[in-house]
């Protein structure tokens, strides 16, 4: 058993997210920690993963040490099956051959709806973020990881802006704006795994990672959580996940 | 193959010029006229930097090839910088250092795209948050696939595309250009986006030859769409080639020379940026400019302007600043694309 403190909030974060995916599954990646856990799951338990980015690339196997600082950048193509145009990549989204989606975030809220776009009224911004790049087609059209720092001011009731669908406002709502397939599946932090609740599409905690309580991430969410009965226990990184994570982004690049 | 004698340049003829900025789809004839009126026989198009920046006039829209830090047309957008050019509206799929130079040197106050920072590496652009949350400049956002599609209904030669993402967002409810309907044949909910046909597109290329054929390689982003919605291409390259050359290699041309309006040979035109198989980014140029200008989005980036863009005497000179160990470190990555 490892003991606590041998990682970094970002590592759990990674390598919980990693674990989430499923051999055999087309995983569509935005750049950063979704990046990283998808080539880790790779060399790990996914070894038919076939990863695509938004630059257009079919099929990344992304080399130790040789992280891409964005989807856009040759070092996505290297080792991969295909390149294609970035309408070509983002259109098999739209025709279903992508199983996940898995993306970083700024803002959440109890819905799953990701804001990327504004801090306060987006007139008068208090801050302009980048926008969504990928991010609103991705969550629009498959179902979605997101892997993000927990914390009160990201964890929010309603988000400022919905640059990225989740569950809109829960029940229905998603499908009735036009987005019948996909929506949230799972939401990883350094604190727990949640998913959401089948019919109210509410966020509720799946799994409290090591050492960590109920009261704590209540505490660091900015809305009320459902808590369903038994939460089950995240298992603690293992030597092996993170010795290959720590290969693969040798200079921390998104693992500080 | 025919010879043909290059003619000179001259000041394009002015396209019709449309009535607002970017968010109206040009009317079928008015983008067949504007078609049918360039010359797109079979000439050498080769121009100089200061050239094919002249062809590009104030308060037109401007599509940018390439993506983020890829085969951005840099030189040339440093040139309209030097010309002082103004009131451009600049349409790219993802937008980084790029955005900051055209916005804080007055050439561009309105950017089109989907994404609008320096690069993940360094969080949010200062530069960017001085100008638009100031209110100096317009920031349109759109989901990225959208900016796909409405390149591509500009390439097709339709006023718009129907798409099933941004739909329930907000970003679709703060972009009024966009509209909602009912499928005619289904019923289900579907999204149009207008056609954008950009007055002139920028793009670079690995090579092309002096007639405009140009081959890309490795990641082609929506260069190809971009160039057939435009009403004109200005090809910046990293080298010109013959034409017998790009013949043993056809499949490798995306882009058909009748597309193209004039040809710049830049090497290393797309620094401080990647070209694909010719160089990565120049992280250490790039680092300090982040440093310099997001400590000091107005100051610092005046600086910068003032050391990188208008005071070099050429590209060349620029090139000369970013300095030779890093072009070279750059361009031993880039190269590396290809090693087993």
Redesign the interface.
Known sequence: MTKPHKYTASELLAILAARQLKDGQVVFAGVGVPLLAATLAQRLHCPGLTILFEGGVIGAFVEPGQLPPSTNDQRCTKRANMVLGSAEVLLLLQRGYVDVGFMGGAQIDQYGNLNSSFIGDPDHPKTRLPGTGGGNDISSLTNMIVAMKHEKRRFVEKVDFITSPGFIRGNNTRAESGLPQGGMFRVVTELAIFSFDDVTKRMKVLALNPGVTREEVQDNTGFDLVFNGQTSVTEPPTERELSTLRMLDPDRLFTA | MPKRKKRPARQWRRARPMNVIQDTVQPYNVLRENLARRDRSLREKVVTLEEAASFVNDGTTVGIGG????RTPMALIWQLIRARKKKLSCSR??ISTDGDLLLASGVSDHIV?????Q???WG??KV??HH??GGHAR?D??????I??R??AGAMGVPFMP?????????AK?RPETK?IDCPFTA????LVPALNPDVALIHVQRCDAYGNAQID?????D??LAMAANRVIMTTERIVSNDQIRRAPDQTKIPFFCVDAVVEVPFGSAPH?C??VY??M?DHLEAYVKQVNSDPVGGMQKYLDDYVYGPKDWNGFLSKIGLDELVAASRR?RS?YDD
């Open positions: 993506s983020t830090m890829s799929c993802i795209s989907s994404w609008f920072a690069g993940i590496l949010l652009s960017m948050r638009i949350e920031y956002e759109w989901s990225h696939m959208a796909g599609m390149f591509r798409m099933r993402s941004m739909l329930g967002s907000d970003v703060r909602e289900e909910k579907l999204l490795g990641l082609q982003f929506m190809i769409d990647e694909y198989g990565e980014p992280l880039g694309i």
